[in-house]
């Protein structure tokens, strides 16, 4: 069964604070992402990473910053952490594109309360 | 990515086949249409996705019309586990982002 696996279900943070958020996916799968999800605006990409030590841009990268050190790890960084940060964050994998389809397959996110 | 319409909601009785309309009259040719769901306070699950054929797996069916402008998930017999809101969207198949809308929230009653 497929599995991605997020650091916490529930964080609260201070205003400053630079925040950790881990996803682990034991899929072997290439790609990984992260999203954040709030009422009104749907799912927006943060970033996503291809490859170990790959990352690209998704539609709201300020603010953030990701590190892959390992395949099967995924990390988003707030680096000073703001009230309008505060979400829900989901990180997801998928396979390479030389695969057929590419589902992805979600964590079960973090909600992230920034006071 | 072509644009996708939902209805906001619906209520299906427990152990009858639900059926999700989506309508995407402006797909493109070599877009899939791509069915998730997230269930309250998860990450989203995918369902199902195809490009023109009918496709069945172990959680649903999907049938797309010939003209490839609208869509049908259908949930064979539906349980209370399968309160959630439904997501239809269409893509490219290498296209890296997902980008949910409202999607149906389908409540399943006992």
């Known amino acids: 069964d497929v599995k991605v696996t997020q650091s916490s279900r529930y964080l609260v943070k201070r205003t400053g604070e630079k925040v950790f958020l881990e996803c682990v996916q034991d899929?072997?799968?290439?790609?990984m992402f992260w999203y954040r999800q709030d009422p009104g605006l749907g799912l927006r990409l943060i970033y996503f990473s291809y490859d170990v030590k790959m990352k690209e841009k998704g539609d709201i990268p300020e603010g953030y910053s990701v590190s892959r050190e390992k395949k099967e790890r995924f990390s988003l960084i707030l680096e000073s952490a703001s009230t309008n940060q505060t979400s829900m964050y989901l990180c997801?994998?998928?396979?390479?594109?030389?695969?057929?389809?590419?589902?992805?397959?979600f964590g079960p996110g973090t909600r992230l309360t920034v006071t | 990515d072509a644009k996708t319409t939902q209805p906001t909601s619906m209520d299906c009785a427990e152990g009858r086949a639900a059926n999700l309309p989506c309508n995407h009259s402006?797909?493109?040719?070599?877009?899939?249409v791509y069915w998730y769901r997230q269930i309250h306070s998860q990450g989203p699950q995918y369902i199902i996705h195809g490009l023109k054929n009918n496709e069945t797996n172990e959680m649903a069916s999907l049938i797309i019309t010939e003209d490839r402008k609208s869509s049908t998930l259908i949930l064979p017999h539906a349980t209370l586990r399968d309160t959630a809101v439904y997501y239809c969207?269409?893509?490219?198949?290498?296209?890296?982002?997902?980008?949910f809308g409202a999607g149906t929230t389908v409540t399943v009653r006992a």
């Open positions: 402006t797909i493109s040719g070599n877009e899939y």
């Open positions: 969207i269409v893509r490219v198949e290498v296209d890296y982002k997902l980008s």
């Open positions: 997801a994998s998928s396979l390479d594109g030389t695969r057929v389809s590419y589902e992805q397959y």
């Open positions: 899929m072997d799968h290439e790609n």
